[in-house]
């Protein structure tokens, strides 16, 4: 499994506390595995992301950008139809540095019972310049980026809890998620996803040996089976709800084929999806 490990890959000083790093590539990429070994700014330029957690998922366009939590994620990266490139502005940030900020601000540092993965937020004008700035600083010498970076990382924090509050802060704050609770969220939040074992292993922080023992024991069946139950449960719910027709379904629930799709459901449901439209 290729795992990338942020900031740790990047050619950064890697003691620093708080890095900044202008990304750019001219190539999509699929659900890259990525670790963030510390918190993530990550202000979009151009381009699409979707980001999934272990409990949560989004897609931003460039009006947005995301406060990530470290840990394991889940990365897609589209290139913009214009400039043919994806490019954001990365603020990397310890938990030290977090603690710091919010003890001199006398914040609670007690974190939320729901804490989530990632916050996204809208540009405004001044995250805008702000992110101007950032971009000049990653063109500075290493030695003057630090000096200069710890007032910046100050000042978006600032900004960003006077306008939308300090929860997002607190929910950075590392806690110890129950691991088993953590492979429900991340089994529940992502069942129609068309994620792999290995993935959604990956996401729990377990090997996938260890994912498919503890899935077994929570779920009773194995993950294939589950999975498979699942999909064809929401197929159902379309066909009846939103008279989808089995040939717009098959894929969304799992099936290479059109007839291995008939063939399931009607073992499920006693019915083939057309009769049961019928009969409803």
């Known amino acids: 499994m290729n795992i990338i490990s942020l900031p740790d890959n990047l050619p950064l000083e890697k003691d620093s506390p708080i890095q900044v ?3 750019r590539v001219d190539n999509n990429s699929l659900r890259g595995k990525i670790n963030l070994t510390k918190n993530t700014i990550s202000f979009l330029i151009e381009g699409t992301k979707e980001f999934i957690s272990h409990n949560k998922s989004t897609t931003i ?9 470290s840990g394991n994620c889940l990365m897609t990266e589209t ?12 603020l990397f940030f310890s938990d030290e ?5 919010l003890e001199k601000n006398k914040l609670n540092t007690t974190p939320p019972k729901n804490a989530k993965s990632y916050y996204a937020f809208s540009y405004d004008s001044y995250i805008q310049h702000f992110v101007e700035s950032l971009e000049k600083i990653t063109q500075l010498e290493k030695q003057v980026q630090g000096k200069l970076l710890k007032s910046k990382f100050e000042e978006i924090m600032i900004y960003l809890t006077e306008k939308k509050g ?3 802060l607190n929910g950075l704050l590392k806690n110890h998620d129950d691991r088993i609770m953590r492979l429900i969220n991340v089994v529940e939040n992502n069942k129609l996803n068309k994620l792999t074992l ?5 996401l729990c922080n377990m090997s996938l040996s260890t994912f498919k023992r503890e899935f077994s024991k929570q779920f009773q069946m194995p993950p294939s089976k589950w999975f498979q139950e699942k999909r064809l449960e ?9 008279k989808k027709r089995p040939i717009e379904l098959y894929e969304s629930a ?5 007839s291995n799709f008939i063939q399931a459901f009607k073992k499920k449901y006693g019915h083939t999806p057309k009769q049961f439209q019928l009969e409803q």
Not at 61 to 69: C, E, I, S, T
């Open 254 to 258: 799992g099936y290479e084929s059109l």
């Open 79 to 90: 290139i913009s139809a214009i400039n043919k490139q994806y490019k954001s502005i990365l």
């Open 234 to 242: 929401h197929a159902e719910f379309l066909l009846r709800t939103q």
């Open 61 to 69: 366009k460039n009006d947005k950008f995301l406060v990530m939590k």
């Open 21 to 23: 790093f202008e990304y």
């Open 198 to 202: 290995q993935e959604l292993s990956f």
């Open 166 to 168: 300090k929860t997002f």
């Open 97 to 101: 540095v977090l603690l710091d900020f």
